[in-house]
């Protein structure tokens, strides 16, 4: 008894379309999984950004808000980033960073942060 030619003809070559469903399932899956990272990096990215500047600007909180400021956006674009926002109250310097990420083609998000740096206010010693 041969087993070539028996059986229905109905389902030769169901084998190769069932690994090209997989296959293009491993890639749709592949491509929203990078697109969550890429957003994620971003968010992180945007963070980093808006505690460094806030940092660094705080540091030159003494000289005013437009130097302050300056400074926080210049480290801020140093980590591929852009200030949206700085305000100086006091010696707290408030930064506002974003960082625009494309996931995927045509699709673009803005990861947002918000950082604020300043003095140590209170008891900051031990009691003795």
């Known amino acids: 008894m041969s087993w070539a030619g028996s059986g229905s003809g109905s389902d030769r070559g169901s084998a190769s379309l069932w690994l090209l469903a997989v296959g293009l399932a491993l890639v749709v899956f592949s491509l929203g999984g990078a697109a969550v990272e890429a957003a994620r990096v971003a ?7 808006a505690d ?4 660094a600007g705080a540091a030159h909180a003494i000289e005013g808000a437009d130097r302050a400021c300056a400074r926080a956006a210049a480290i801020a674009a140093a980590n591929s980033a852009r200030i949206t926002g700085c305000t100086l109250d ?4 408030q930064v506002t960073a974003e960082v625009t990420v494309e996931p995927l083609p045509g699709m673009s998000r803005v990861a947002r942060a918000t950082a604020r ?5 209170g008891d900051s010693g031990p009691a003795a």
């Open 90 to 93: 006091g010696f707290d310097l």
């Open 117 to 121: 740096a300043g003095p140590v206010r």
């Open 52 to 55: 460094l500047g806030a940092l």
């Open 43 to 49: 968010r992180h990215q945007s963070r980093v950004a």
